[in-house]
């Protein structure tokens, strides 16, 4: 330990400092444990105790904090985790940026923003390019902000259809045997889709559109054959794409078109001869021209701080797992002959 010392911060809005502090302080109880320091109000001024370092980065943390409180920006846990992380890695500059740009506003009214500073990368990529391929673990927000930038690319009258897609892989692409008419049959492969657009439109809207044939859920297999002119096209659960079905979807793209590509590295459930569409699409478009593709990390996970921790785990266990060799042709020569 060094030494220890004390630092205060004077807070102008009494309102700001309630929302700081959250439900039963939760939020300093956080930056205390975090970040090894102890945190008292006084009316409206913090003291902050502790190692001068930690002291530093508490202070810096409360600073960012104050300053999203004052801009009415919701102080929850996800956002303090995520801040005490910008502050350690020395980037809590970036928050001045954050939660400026509103992608979409739901059907309930509420504002959609980026969470991150990878969702806000990812966000940037998807206004600036005609083919943005957005890569990372669930609960990143990969599809969701992907569906709030369709709609509002639709709203604004900058594209005039809607088209989402997943490849229904659980089911093989071969959907006769479940029971029920088509539209029964994909349903539940394209319900985290619904669930977005039902979110952003209301479901009236959405059925409205749904009918005019403005908005499309479909799987990727009704792609074939079609060029989508003046669309929003989003392939969601990419990485369960062959390398043909990819190349397929990919040239699809039509004039006055954009295409957001989204998945899941790790979750593929393709069979093992199988190469990933969304891994070698990856590999063969990194650099090109209006391509972008983004890597969003365990860091952008905006669901509950459980999942990060879960999505650092399976990669710390996958980084040590040995390699599984595979029998040698000795081996089965020496079992065929055995068994003939």
């Not at 008419?181 to 559109?209: C, H, I, S, W």
């Not at 989003?234 to 039509?254: C, P, S, V």
């Amino acid at each position: 330990m060094g030494n220890q010392i004390e630092r205060m911060i004077n807070v102008e809005r009494v309102d700001d400092l309630i929302s700081v502090f959250g439900s039963f302080d939760e939020n300093i109880r956080r930056i205390e444990e975090a970040l090894n320091v102890r945190i008292i109000n006084r009316g409206t001024d913090l003291k902050i105790t502790g190692d001068e370092e930690r002291v530093d980065k508490a202070a810096k943390t409360l600073e960012s904090l104050l300053s999203l409180a004052s801009r009415g920006e919701t102080i929850d846990e996800q956002r303090v985790r995520y801040l005490i992380t910008l502050v350690n890695e020395g980037n809590e500059q970036l928050v001045s940026q954050w939660g400026k740009d509103v992608v979409c506003i739901t059907a309930k009214g509420k504002p959609i923003k980026a969470k991150t500073v990878g969702q806000q990368t990812y966000m940037k990529a998807i206004l600036k390019n005609t083919v943005t391929i957005g890569v990372g673990p669930a609960g990143t927000g990969k599809t969701y902000l992907a569906v709030a930038a369709a709609v509002a690319a639709f709203r604004e009258r900058t594209v005039n259809r809607i088209i989402l897609t997943r490849p229904a892989v659980e089911a093989g692409e071969r959907l006769g045997f479940l029971p029920g008419d088509l539209q029964n049959k994909v349903d539940p492969y394209l319900r985290p889709l619904y669930d977005a657009l039902y979110d952003m439109l209301g479901a009236e809207t959405f059925q409205k559109y749904q009918e005019r044939g403005s908005i499309e859920v479909a799987p990727l297999a009704y792609m074939r054959g079609r060029t989508l002119d003046d669309s929003f096209i989003i392939l969601d659960e990419a990485q369960n794409t062959t390398r043909e079905q990819m190349k397929m979807f990919l040239t699809r793209l039509g004039f006055g078109s954009k295409i957001v590509i989204t998945g899941d590295v790790t979750q593929i459930d393709l069979p093992d001869d199988k190469v990933s569409g969304l891994k070698d699409a990856i590999r063969v478009l990194g650099g090109v021209k209006d391509i972008a593709i983004c890597r969003l990390t365990s860091a952008d996970v905006v669901r509950h701080a459980l999942v990060q921790e879960i999505i650092n785990a399976y990669e710390r266990a996958d980084s040590k797992k040995p390699e599984i060799k595979k029998p040698s042709q000795e081996f089965h020569g020496r079992y065929q002959r055995k068994t003939k």
